[in-house]
């Protein structure tokens, strides 16, 4: 009833005498992305919903101007054939503007939306010959290097850019040491500034599904920058969230990281090391490394391949190569979402098979084609290393059995074919300059934790005694003030703490299909020697208090059988 009075009132006077006649629907264009808004021809220009007066019937239809100066109208698909969208029609023509050809488009709702408010614009759009964007492209280019380089300085894993379309500023975070921080420096990044900056790093993406970065839909792909003349690769990502795109991009150093002494160097225990080399010295079969994203398996996997011997001819399929190896024969792989890449994915593991090699490092197995590419390899006698997504190394089978992967379990279980399975973690450790031993430091900490958790800090500390029967003599805690050696600019929430060390557990399947130890019992043996915090042993996996429960429900199910 509001619109049809609106109607009445506005410009009635003004409307063309006559019939226009019904518009045929059907002659209707589409603009079904926000790729073909910026590929439609004459460009799109801008909003008239103002010109016109009739913002209120902007969530269904708006005039647009294009290019040619010509007038359409974009509309939801509802309202394309409406009396308000003949109505608005004849006010176009008789304002003295030309209609465009089609005279009106279908959009979807949330590409209309972003339009009428200023999310989408012609410069956002990108390509068009005068607007700002590409004036200032030198600019935004430079202040994206700036991110990326203050991400690398500081041993950041991801850079998180979280736009908030409704608000002025927008948020930089970064993650370090495993830890989600926010750093000053950063701090009131103006949200236009960083959605311009995610348009013209966008314009650099390889493999990557959209020719514009679209902050309504989830992308991904990758790009190449130049730190320190040292080539980084930055896997993008990106989350159409309720407040705004979220883009996670993952630090990917290119540089010769990884090589056979690494290994010892990543936190795996004496006897785990042992282990692995054990396992890497018969042949055939599959080593495969769990955990999840940031758990250190892509870096573990490349330390384990850059240790095998020079006579074994190594061959890599990646997606995309995360480390160079020496002397591998390494492949990127770059599969996305919308291009059909399988015939890429079939050549390649076509010619591998004649490749004559011994071992293959397949960078991941997530769905039924890694999953086939993994039994072809395994099963003709290749040595294959591998990660996978799964939360201990008991579930590696199954993962990959699962109807994702459809790895049939009895291939699995056949004697030789799986290796060994490790899963993993990645803690903080401890800076040893300036940890503090936990007995004594009881006042300090109180405070804190106590409040939270319910439990006095005697009592936590006795009941990790009780649990596993050590002394707590060389455990420490994080000294949240820190010292030379561990600050961080402007990164409080990691003083305290230097580098990170893996915690694993590690399954041999000739030997049993159960670890020997838990990857939280790894962890926690880091902890009574006083190289990881406690707390952070809980924080990943599960509070004592938990741990203490499970183990009387454990018991009690074990009772309860017998
Ligand atoms: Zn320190």
């Known amino acids: 009833m509001k619109m049809l009075a609106f109607w009445r009132r506005a410009g009635k006077d003004r409307f063309v005498e006559g019939p226009l006649g019904r518009f045929d629907v059907s002659n209707a264009g589409t603009i079904a992305s926000i790729e073909q808004l910026a590929a439609m021809r004459p460009g799109y220009l801008r909003t008239l919903g103002a010109a016109f007066s009739v913002e209120s019937l902007s969530d269904r239809l708006v005039p647009v101007q294009l290019e040619d100066q010509t007038v359409a109208i974009f509309s939801q698909a509802a309202y394309v ?12 023509l008789s304002a003295g503007h030309k209609l465009a050809t089609p005279e009106r488009y279908v959009l979807a709702r949330s590409l209309l939306l972003a339009l009428v408010r200023g999310q989408v614009t012609a410069e956002s759009l990108g390509g068009l010959p005068r607007h700002s964007l590409a004036s200032s492209r030198p600019a935004l280019a430079a202040a994206f290097q700036d991110l990326v380089e203050w991400g690398v300085r500081h041993g950041a894993s991801d850079i ?4 908030h379309l409704a608000e002025p500023n927008s948020e930089v975070n970064y993650t370090i040491s495993g830890r989600y921080v926010a750093p000053e420096c950063f701090r009131g990044m103006p949200t ?9 790093a966008w314009m650099d993406i390889r493999g990557g599904n959209g020719s514009v970065f679209d902050p309504m839909r989830e992308q991904q792909g990758s790009l190449t920058l130049h730190i320190d003349g040292k080539p980084l690769l930055l896997r993008w990502s990106s989350m159409a969230a309720d407040v705004g795109p979220s883009v996670c991009l993952r630090l990917l150093s290119r540089s010769m990281r990884a090589c056979s002494s690494d290994l010892d160097s ?7 090391l042992a282990q692995i080399r054990r396992a890497m010295i018969s042949e ?13 398996k892509s870096t573990s996997l490349a330390a384990l391949v850059s240790g095998l011997p020079s006579h074994r001819k190594v061959i890599t399929l990646e997606d995309p190569v995360e480390y160079l190896i020496p002397g591998a024969i390494q492949n990127t792989l770059v599969r996305n979402l919308d291009t059909c890449s399988h015939d890429v994915f079939a050549a390649k593991l076509r010619s591998l098979r004649r490749s004559a090699m011994s071992d293959v490092l397949l960078g991941e197995i997530r769905d039924i084609e890694t999953g086939r590419a993994f039994m072809d390899l395994v099963g003709s006698g290749v040595n294959v290393y591998s990660t996978v997504h799964a939360p201990s190394a008991a579930m590696i089978p199954v993962r990959l059995s699962s109807g994702f992967i459809a790895v049939p379990a009895d291939f699995l279980a056949t004697p030789g074919v799986l290796r060994l399975l490790v899963f993993q973690v990645l803690l903080p450790r401890l800076c040893d300059e300036c940890a503090l031993p936990v007995l004594g430091s009881e006042a300090r900490l109180v405070a804190g934790d106590e409040g939270v958790r319910g439990i006095t800090w005697q009592a936590w500390l006795e009941l990790v005694r009780q649990l596993y029967g050590r002394s707590l003599c060389k455990v420490r805690i994080r000294n949240p003030e820190g010292c030379q050696a561990c600050r961080q600019d402007g990164l409080s929430d990691l003083y305290g703490y230097r580098g990170r060390t893996v915690a694993a557990e590690i399954i041999e399947p000739a030997l049993s299909w159960s670890p020997q130890r838990s990857a939280m019992e790894s962890a926690v043996l880091k902890a009574l020697d006083g190289q990881v915090d406690l707390r952070d042993v809980e924080s990943r996996f599960h509070a004592f208090e938990t741990e203490k429960m499970m183990r009387v429900a454990r018991k009690r199910a074990a009772g309860g059988a017998s």
Do not use: C, K, P, W
């Open 284 to 296: 055939s079969g599959a080593v495969i490394f769990s955990g999840t994203v940031g758990s250190g």
């Open 160 to 163: 998180h850019l979280n736009v």
């Open 81 to 92: 054939g409406s009396d308000q969208a003949d109505e608005l029609v004849r006010r176009i």
């Open 266 to 272: 990543l936190g795996y225990m004496h006897d785990q």
């Open 192 to 200: 236009s500034t960083l959605l311009d900056m995610l348009s013209v």
